[in-house]
């Protein structure tokens, strides 16, 4: 397996040098591409100036943003720089909250996390028996890619599973979506819903549920 990066998992004055693997891969899919119905040829995206009404240059062409009013606003390379991310190679561990403490809905992509220095495995080892017996996760502040992120640490077998996760802030209230509040379900209907579940759970096995479609 190829790891995805590699860096170090800071916890109070230890430092484990890590690297992260994607827990999740998607195998056997189709990759289908835009093609000419009548010969098969791969259909090609030009970049297309509607001002000039002609094809432009990947290196003529910059990020612009539409403010309300409507005026454009055109983002060159000076304005889309950024100063450089802090511990871009460190996983930092900020707290440690009891599992049921995060939302499930802000979880994201999962990493399986190994060791890269045998001799830094006692403290991986430490960390992780030390998570499994307080029943906790550790909450962290990771770097993957060009964007700083919160993410937890979660035990997952005898690895370290490092799963990013969406900041409380950015989930979108669910507003009009939920059924209206004075439907009463009866006791016996409850008892029948909860039966059907029971004969439909009978012998099933999440590994043999197959994209039949594909």
Not at 178 to 197: C, N, S, W, Y
Request: proline fraction near 6%; charged fraction near 30%; hydrophobic fraction near 35%.
């Amino acid at each position: 397996m190829k790891a995805t990066w590699r860096g170090t998992l800071s916890f109070g004055n230890i430092d484990i040098p890590i690297a992260l693997y994607k827990a999740t891969g998607k195998h056997g899919d189709l990759d289908p591409h835009q093609a000419h119905a009548d010969d098969g040829s791969s259909v090609r995206h030009r970049r297309w100036c509607e001002e000039e009404d002609g094809e432009i240059e990947d290196r003529e062409a910059a990020k612009g943003h539409r403010h309300p009013v409507g005026r454009k606003i055109v983002l060159g390379d000076k304005n889309m720089a950024s100063p450089p991310l802090p511990d871009k190679k460190r996983v930092n561990v900020l707290a440690s909250v009891d599992e049921g403490g995060v939302d499930p809905m802000l979880f994201g992509q999962a990493y399986y996390v190994g060791g890269t220095d045998p001799t830094a495995d006692q403290w991986y080892v430490l960390f992780r028996d030390a998570l499994r017996e307080s029943g906790r996760v550790a909450v962290t502040r990771v770097t993957l890619g060009a964007r700083e992120s919160l993410a937890v640490l979660r035990v997952h077998d005898d690895l370290l599973v490092l799963q990013t996760m969406s900041r409380p802030g950015e989930l979108r209230r669910p507003t009009g979506i939920a059924p209206r509040g004075d439907i009463t379900v009866r006791p016996e209907e409850l008892k029948m819903a909860m039966h059907l579940m029971d004969i439909l759970s009978v012998g099933f096995d999440l590994d043999e549920v197959h994209d039949d479609r594909q």
